[in-house]
């Protein structure tokens, strides 16, 4: 299947400029590290076929090229081809994921700063997505790499929020009116929107709600929190192939899998036939899956102690540390991370922990952001 790279190369006046594929060199990246990861090899293998997806989609919108002096031409070489990012900054990134406080974004063993107020890092296989206010208080959206290079992306006017897919190089959000909800898929590499689609809106009222668009490979979940519905989206080719209404509120989507709340109890679902895969039971906070959909994280409630890993397929309960904080998420390879005092630590699905300190970080003073958490307010 043609690369991603060598299409819009194509586009560009027929001009061939072959590079590496940044993909296949972060996997080449993992192989090498010392230390074993468990699930490196899924996102990498998830992330060359979800790529394969969204070439398809680009062929088929049949846009007419715009013109050199058009400022949102997205099909010019120096805007289309991202750079070749060092394989060892992208093993870096999957294996230490991102985090941010006083405006500075850690990615990998890199750093990216900005002055603007930072409210989300969405994760993506190309870099994090940097959600941060501009000079007007508007959000903007960065692109930062694993490198610590970074594009400002030029996603329309409305976007408040996006969700990233750690294993494919796009992002997704959703706008929510008295009439319809729509969704919308953008490749961030290309900076360009590469499929959406809209739907009636059921009654929902959007009262300035932040709507959560959840993107795994080529599935959107949409969680409607006031009637306790989701709606998943599937799309192939450029085109819309299911659109499925569905009870009980999502909080993530992962590996095929969702989270999902209905009748106060938690429960690991199917995202293609929304079968039960592991109950969860009642818990404080929401459990959160890991990139391949295999593992869940439970963080512990607000002033307790003690998150847990669950095995979906096993149900073999992981106790973590008794001091994780409820600000928990996953790295793209596969590890939870968590602040604790003044230090980070991550932990192997299995329980096996290891902690790093955060140079100039203050609990008094800084706010801790990881990645894939939603920071409201």
Same mark, same amino acid.
């Given at each position: ?10 586009? !560009?006046?027929?001009?061939d400029v ?9 996997q080449?990246g ?6 074993r ?12 076929l979800?790529?394969?997806?969204g070439v398809a989609g680009l062929t088929a919108?049949?846009?007419a ?5 058009d ?11 991202p ?5 060892a ?6 294996d230490?994921?991102v ?12 750093? +990216? ?6 409210s ?5 296989s190309?870099g ?22 970074s594009?400002?992306l030029?996603?329309?006017d409305?976007?408040?929020h996006v969700?990233?897919?750690?294993t494919s190089?796009?992002?997704? +959000?959703? $706008?929510?009116?008295?009439?319809? $909800?729509?969704?919308?898929? +953008? ?5 360009r ?5 809209s739907q009636p809106?059921?009654g ?6 932040? $709507?959560?668009?959840e ?7 949409v969680?409607?929190?006031v009637?306790?519905l989701r ?9 819309t ?5 569905r ?12 989270v999902?709340?209905l009748?106060?109890? +938690?429960?690991?679902r199917?995202l ?8 969860l ?7 959160v899956l ?12 607000p ?8 095995d !979906? ?9 008794d001091?994780?904080?409820?600000v ?23 329980g096996?922990?290891?902690?790093s300190?955060?140079d ?16 409201v307010?």
């Open positions: 299947m043609p690369e991603l790279g060598d299409l819009l190369h194509e586009r !560009v006046d027929g001009v072959p590079r590496p594929d940044v993909h296949a060199i972060a080449r993992r192989r090498i590290q010392t230390r990861r468990r699930t490196a090899g899924a996102v990498v293998a998830a992330a060359a979800v790529v394969g997806v919108t049949g846009e090229p715009r013109s050199d002096s400022p949102n031409r997205t099909d010019r070489i120096a805007d289309t081809v750079p070749v990012v060092d394989a900054a992208q093993a870096a990134y999957s230490l994921g985090h941010s406080f006083a405006g500075t974004v850690h990615i990998g063993e890199a750093t +990216w700063r900005t002055d603007g107020v930072i989300h890092l969405a994760q993506t190309a994090v997505v940097v959600q941060h206010a501009g000079e007007d208080d508007e959000p903007r959206f960065t692109l930062v790499r694993p490198d610590g290079s594009r400002a030029r996603l329309p409305g976007v408040t969700d990233g897919d750690p190089p796009r992002i997704a +959000w959703a $706008i929510l009116d008295d009439t319809t $909800i729509s969704v919308h898929v +953008w490749d961030v590499e290309a900076d929107e590469i499929w959406s689609d809106n059921q929902e009222k959007p009262d300035g709600q932040v $709507i959560v668009a993107l795994d490979g080529d599935t959107v979940q969680a409607l929190a009637r306790g709606v998943d989206w599937s799309f192939s080719q450029g085109r192939t299911k659109v499925v209404f009870d009980g509120v999502s909080m993530g989507a992962r590996g095929g899998r969702t999902v709340l009748d106060r109890r +938690w429960s690991v199917d293609e036939t929304d079968a039960v895969v592991r109950d039971g009642t818990t404080s906070m929401p459990p890991s990139p391949d959909g295999r593992s869940v994280l439970i963080p512990p409630a002033g307790g102690s003690g998150a847990t890993v669950i !979906v397929a096993s149900g073999a309960v992981a106790r973590l540390s001091d994780a904080a409820t928990a998420a996953w790295t793209p390879g596969g590890r939870v991370v968590y602040r604790v005092d003044d230090f980070l630590e991550r932990c192997e699905p299995d096996r922990c290891e902690a300190d955060l100039g970080f203050d609990p008094g003073q800084h706010n801790l952001l990881v990645g894939d958490y939603l920071q307010g």
